[in-house]
């Protein structure tokens, strides 16, 4: 269940539920955006915490 893990570390998974939302660690992941993600357009310094990243 590798996959899943990893799912865990990407911003949609993180902010899917507001109940679940921490807002500090998702601030830290995109206090200073690199990368945009293709398929909800959510910001991340790294591409690894995003589905589908594009650069910026």
Request: net charge negative; proline share 5%; glycine share 4%.
């Amino acid at each position: 269940m590798a996959g899943a893990a990893a799912h865990e570390n990407k911003m949609c998974a993180m902010t899917c539920c507001p109940c679940n939302l921490d807002v500090e660690k998702v601030k830290s992941l995109s206090n200073d955006p690199k990368f945009i993600c293709e398929s909800c357009g959510r910001v991340a310094n790294q591409a690894e915490n995003l589905c589908r990243p594009e650069a910026l």
